[in-house]
């Protein structure tokens, strides 16, 4: 009998032995199917707005060849650049962090209004294209929150509804007390996210499919809100803006200060 348990307790170890010698192999190929994402993503989206600085600085260099309006458009073109890489290396920064468990949120009594005003002036550029409507009621309470890292997540959120909706477009950002945190939401009227996508656009390098490939993107931005976001007792999810399915509204909670 000693000697059947035996052989029974042996057969259960490797059968456990090979299970995890198969989830090791699982997790081993996803690692590397991240880490060839990550890098193939990285240098494209790097490359792009480099490429666009470099030619428009050797237009610049030419002397006496464009007038000025020109010679202007191009400068604006290379901050424009410059500021979408500043934003990008901010989010592999993040990512990082994130994944290493190194992000440490200094959480303070922070006032809304302020860090929606900052994310807006840092995407000056990007929101010339849309109109941007604030609905903040006055006595909305402050929030509890890593103010840094929260001016992040706006800025992602904006740049998304400004990315993805067509030019002139409104955009609404609005907030509101409910249940003892600030909802916080910014709805746009673009093609909107299909119901399936909406909880994996939330995932690492996921964008969904037919998404217009001319609007350079990760698919890192949203990820890195819900990791920014639940790091400071935080949520994000997605909805429709409208009835029929169009529009993007993302929500946002946030802890209220005591
Ligand atoms: P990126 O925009 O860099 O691709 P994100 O993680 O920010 O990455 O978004 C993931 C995907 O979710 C996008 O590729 C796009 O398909 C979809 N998405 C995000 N925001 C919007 C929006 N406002 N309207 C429509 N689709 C969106």
Redesign the pocket.
């Known amino acids: 009998l000693l000697d059947a348990l035996i052989d029974q307790v042996a057969l259960a170890m490797e059968r456990v032995r090979l299970a995890e010698d198969l989830e090791g192999a699982r997790l081993a190929a996803e690692t590397d199917r991240l880490r060839t994402a990550l890098l193939s993503s990285v240098s494209h989206d790097l490359r792009t707005p480099l490429v666009t600085i470099i030619g428009a600085a050797g237009s610049l260099a030419e002397p006496g060849a464009l007038p000025p309006e020109a010679q202007q458009a191009l400068a604006e073109t290379i901050r424009e650049e410059g500021e979408r890489l500043d934003r990008y290396v901010q989010n592999l920064l993040d990512m990082t962090r994130l994944g290493h468990g190194a992000l440490k949120p200094a959480v303070q009594p922070s006032d809304l209004a302020e860090l929606v005003g900052a994310a807006r002036t840092r995407l000056a550029a990007v929101l010339r294209g849309h109109r941007l409507g604030t609905d903040l009621p006055p006595d909305l309470p402050a929030v509890l929150v890593d103010p840094v890292l929260t001016e992040q997540v706006l800025v992602?959120i904006l740049d998304?509804?400004a990315?993805?909706?067509p030019p002139g477009s409104p955009i609404t950002l609005a907030a509101r007390l409910d249940a003892g945190r600030v909802v916080l939401s910014v709805a746009?009227e673009?093609?909107?996210?299909p119901p399936a996508d909406r909880e994996k656009?939330f995932d690492m390098f996921?964008?969904?499919a037919g998404?217009d490939r001319r609007r350079a993107?990760?698919?890192?931005?949203?990820?890195i809100c819900r990791g920014l976001l639940e790091a400071q007792g935080g949520t994000i999810r997605a909805e429709a803006a409208r009835p029929d399915g169009q529009g993007?509204r993302i929500l946002l909670t946030l802890p209220v200060a005591p």
């Open positions: 992602n998304n509804a990315k993805y909706a746009d673009g093609p909107g996210i656009v996921y964008r969904v998404t993107g990760t698919g890192l931005g949203l990820a993007t």
